[in-house]
């Protein structure tokens, strides 16, 4: 079963604008990660926020994290076309069985148009 | 992906034929991973082996093998593929987290 549910499951805006895209979970998390992923290639790791920071940031990067709403959202400022892709987020639960396991959600198609 | 590398890049198979999928990586990681890529699903685990010698199984083994070769080499083996094993497959490899994948192989059942 997926642990993450992205929304919105794609997203269409002009270059310039921000983006945002949310990712519910359902399990406690050692932490949650974000990846992109361009059409016909692998995933690219893009920020990790641990289940004790509530933000980060990376370049145009903006991460937040609600544990006690199990949420999380990446926000994409100035946004580029080259920023067209797939976004990822994913989840390492905490402990037990679950070591090492990263579970992905559905993904979020942003497209930037020029 | 600069580290892992998986081959083939494309495969079609007739069904009940069997394939061993590659994955090799030079980052000197511990736990490499093996995931399929469905449409509208995301990633899904099928394998993963923690440290060299052990594997584990994730959320859809079934129909699928694997042997953790050395600490680089990973692979995943269909016995006899079904139309259901059409996918984009991934390998993934990292120390804890994050992980680093290959571009996948992309692969077909008729």
């Known amino acids: 079963s997926q642990q993450g549910e992205e929304d919105p499951q794609a997203l269409s805006i002009q270059e310039g604008e921000n983006a945002t895209m949310n990712c519910s979970y359902k399990t406690s998390i050692n932490n949650l990660q974000w990846y992109r992923q361009n059409s016909g290639r692998g995933l690219v790791h893009l920020i990790l926020i641990r289940s004790n920071e509530r933000e980060k940031h990376s370049g145009r990067l903006r991460v937040t994290l609600d544990t006690s709403k199990k949420s999380s959202s990446l926000l994409i400022t100035a946004s580029r076309a080259a920023d067209t892709a797939s976004y990822f987020c994913?989840?390492?639960?905490?402990?037990?069985?679950?070591?090492?396991?990263?579970?992905f959600g559905q993904g979020t198609i942003l497209t930037v148009h020029p | 992906n600069a580290g892992v590398t998986q081959t083939p890049k494309f495969q079609v198979l007739k069904t009940g034929q069997s394939m061993t999928l590659q994955c090799a990586q030079d980052?000197?990681?511990?736990?490499m991973y093996w995931y399929r890529q469905d449409p509208g699903m995301g990633l899904r685990l099928i394998y993963y082996?923690?440290?060299?010698?052990?594997?584990d199984k994730g959320e859809v083994p079934n129909g699928y093998n694997v042997s953790r070769l050395n600490k680089r080499e990973f692979s995943l083996r269909l016995e006899s593929a079904a139309p259901s094993q059409t996918s984009v497959y991934f390998c993934?490899?990292?120390?804890?987290?994050?992980?680093?994948f290959g571009n996948g192989t992309r692969l077909t059942v008729t």
């Open positions: 980052m000197n990681h511990n736990s």
């Open positions: 993934g490899t990292g120390l804890y987290s994050p992980l680093h």
């Open positions: 082996s923690a440290s060299e010698g052990t594997t």
């Open positions: 994913a989840t390492l639960n905490a402990g037990g069985t679950s070591y090492g396991k990263l579970t």
